[in-house]
């Protein structure tokens, strides 16, 4: 008899996985019919056969804005190529907004509404870089060639095909270049296009990912801070006794590990971290400074702030106690800059927006994964917005480092992907 139930139960509960991922198809055959009408346009055909053609120029496009070096901050040489190139795609209106970012609009039939897709024009890798591509193969191999030029490119291509095929969307479309993603960048260009006052943007669209399948649906939030210590500085011999920042700093490092160690064992995923540490002229010198940078991340703003707040308590009062031991010459200043501040956000599987791209992915043969990231999404999906970043395809690896590569393993098929995705929020108009 136990074991009859127990076997009524297991069925039980498979049939009610089983209602529920009924429930889950039904929702999105909704926006499967929808990616399958619009797959079958006679312009979107075209558009895709044109995208394949334009495979040689893509890859030009990509190599060449690679070559233009894009730290953050100093994005203007690739910035302004990017709004020639945006222009030759046959866009009329384009500009350079206050920001930095490269805009492109292409006009809807006017339902009132904007969709923005854009790729990040920055790269983390310093000016003086040797950005040139090289390639061994079928490989391209180039800092940033991948992350996150290689959108760039897919940006190009999608107007180019809906111009060359006369796609009409009932939205308008905001084509974008935007600065300041990453690193100290602090997402600089996308706060500048959703700031209160500026344009109106309905849904977003960011191009930085990998391979199709991959969607980032969750904004990671993060906190950054750079915290300074200041002393008078003097000789390890002669001065010995003076307060030392790096004794402090040290003291501070313990006292924050000590208190964030258990703020983040329950709750939400939340993390920290101090990522560089520096100060001091010599081995025999006590040092006049030294700083520290510290990241904490959570997909919970209250944990975050939480987690804030115990690492300006924890350096006070590590400053405190160790400037009460002090018995010669000054004691110890500290300073804090907030150097990073991206906010967390999650939305729902029901939205539009996130149904369309997992309908496009399933429509080239691919698994939806979704997922949680920090990227130009963060901001939007912060504000109620929906937001997706989407991958911008092909193959590629070693983000980040010099031998950065990437290859054009079907990249065809991403530039495509983006398109139907565009189209699919944007609306084909009649």
């Given at each position: 008899?136990?074991?009859?139930?127990?076997?009524?139960?297991?069925?039980?509960?498979?049939?009610?996985?089983?209602?529920?991922?009924?429930?889950?198809?039904?929702?999105?055959?909704?926006?499967?019919?929808?990616?399958?009408?619009?797959?079958?346009?006679?312009?979107?055909?075209?558009?895709?056969?044109?995208?394949?053609?334009?495979e040689p120029t893509t890859t030009k496009e990509l190599i060449e804005l690679t070559e233009i070096p894009a730290p953050p901050f100093m994005e203007q040489k690739r910035a302004e190529r990017f709004r020639e190139m945006l222009k030759n795609a046959g866009i009329d209106s384009v500009w350079i907004d206050e920001a930095g970012n490269?805009?492109?609009?292409?006009?809807?039939?006017?339902?009132?509404?904007?969709?923005?897709?854009?790729?990040?024009?920055?790269?983390?890798?310093?000016?003086?870089?040797?950005?040139?591509?090289?390639?061994?193969?079928?490989?391209?191999?180039?800092?940033?060639?991948?992350?996150?030029?290689?959108?760039?490119?897919?940006?190009?291509?999608?107007?180019?095909?809906?111009?060359?095929?006369?796609?009409?969307?009932?939205?308008?479309?905001?084509?974008?270049?935007?600065?300041?993603?990453?690193?100290?960048?602090?997402?600089?260009?996308?706060?500048?296009?959703?700031?209160?006052?500026?344009?109106?943007?309905?849904?977003?669209?960011?191009?930085?990912?990998?391979?199709?399948?991959?969607?980032?649906?969750?904004?990671?939030?993060?906190?950054?801070?750079?915290?300074?210590?200041?002393?008078?500085?003097?000789?390890?011999?002669?001065?010995?006794?003076?307060?030392?920042?790096?004794?402090?700093?040290?003291?501070?490092?313990?006292?924050?590990?000590?208190?964030?160690?258990?703020?983040?064992?329950?709750?939400?995923?939340?993390?920290?971290?101090?990522?560089?540490?520096?100060?001091?002229?010599?081995?025999?010198?006590?040092?006049?400074?030294?700083?520290?940078?510290?990241?904490?991340?959570?997909?919970?703003?209250?944990?975050?702030?939480?987690?804030?707040?115990?690492?300006?308590?924890?350096?006070?009062?590590?400053?405190?106690?160790?400037?009460?031991?002090?018995?010669?010459?000054?004691?110890?200043?500290?300073?804090?800059?907030?150097?990073?501040?991206?906010?967390?956000?999650?939305?729902?599987?029901?939205?539009?927006?996130?149904?369309?791209?997992?309908?496009?992915?399933?429509?080239?043969?691919?698994?939806?994964?979704?997922?949680?990231?920090?990227?130009?999404?963060?901001?939007?999906?912060?504000l109620s917005i929906p937001s997706i970043t989407i991958g911008r395809g092909g193959k590629g690896g070693n983000s980040h480092s010099l031998d950065e590569w990437w290859i054009n393993e079907n990249g065809a098929e991403a530039i495509k992907f983006a398109l139907l995705i565009l189209i699919a929020e944007a609306g084909l108009a009649?």
């Amino acid at each position: 008899m136990k074991n009859i139930s127990l076997i009524f139960l297991f069925l039980f509960g498979m049939l009610s996985v089983s209602a529920q991922n009924q429930k889950a198809s039904h929702t999105q055959a909704i926006y499967k019919d929808q990616l399958e009408k619009i797959s079958g346009n006679t312009k979107i055909k075209k558009a895709f056969e044109i995208i394949q053609q334009l495979e040689p120029t893509t890859t030009k496009e990509l190599i060449e804005l690679t070559e233009i070096p894009a730290p953050p901050f100093m994005e203007q040489k690739r910035a302004e190529r990017f709004r020639e190139m945006l222009k030759n795609a046959g866009i009329d209106s384009v500009w350079i907004d206050e920001a930095g970012n490269v805009l492109a609009l292409r006009k809807g039939t006017g339902n009132g509404k904007t969709v923005l897709i854009e790729g990040h024009l920055d790269t983390v890798f310093p000016l003086d870089t040797d950005v040139k591509v090289k390639m061994k193969g079928d490989t391209l191999f180039a800092p940033g060639i991948a992350d996150d030029t290689r959108a760039l490119s897919v940006v190009l291509t999608v107007v180019k095909a809906m111009n060359k095929t006369k796609i009409s969307t009932e939205s308008d479309i905001l084509f974008a270049g935007t600065v300041g993603e990453e690193g100290l960048g602090d997402l600089r260009g996308i706060k500048h296009l959703f700031k209160p006052g500026n344009l109106k943007i309905d849904s977003h669209i960011a191009l930085d990912g990998g391979d199709i399948g991959g969607l980032v649906t969750n904004g990671l939030g993060s906190v950054r801070y750079k915290i300074t210590f200041n002393g008078p500085g003097g000789h390890s011999w002669g001065a010995f006794g003076l307060a030392n920042p790096h004794h402090a700093m040290g003291k501070a490092i313990d006292y924050f590990n000590t208190a964030a160690s258990k703020f983040v064992e329950d709750g939400p995923k939340t993390t920290y971290n101090v990522g560089r540490i520096g100060g001091g002229t010599s081995v025999n010198s006590i040092p006049f400074e030294t700083w520290m940078e510290v990241d904490m991340r959570s997909l919970s703003p209250e944990k975050l702030t939480g987690l804030e707040q115990i690492l300006l308590n924890q350096v006070k009062k590590a400053l405190d106690d160790y400037n009460s031991g002090i018995k010669n010459g000054a004691k110890l200043t500290a300073q804090f800059e907030k150097i990073g501040e991206r906010p967390s956000g999650v939305q729902t599987e029901d939205l539009p927006l996130i149904q369309r791209a997992m309908a496009a992915i399933e429509y080239f043969k691919a698994i939806p994964s979704l997922g949680t990231g920090s990227t130009n999404s963060n901001i939007p999906i912060s504000l109620s917005i929906p937001s997706i970043t989407i991958g911008r395809g092909g193959k590629g690896g070693n983000s980040h480092s010099l031998d950065e590569w990437w290859i054009n393993e079907n990249g065809a098929e991403a530039i495509k992907f983006a398109l139907l995705i565009l189209i699919a929020e944007a609306g084909l108009a009649p």
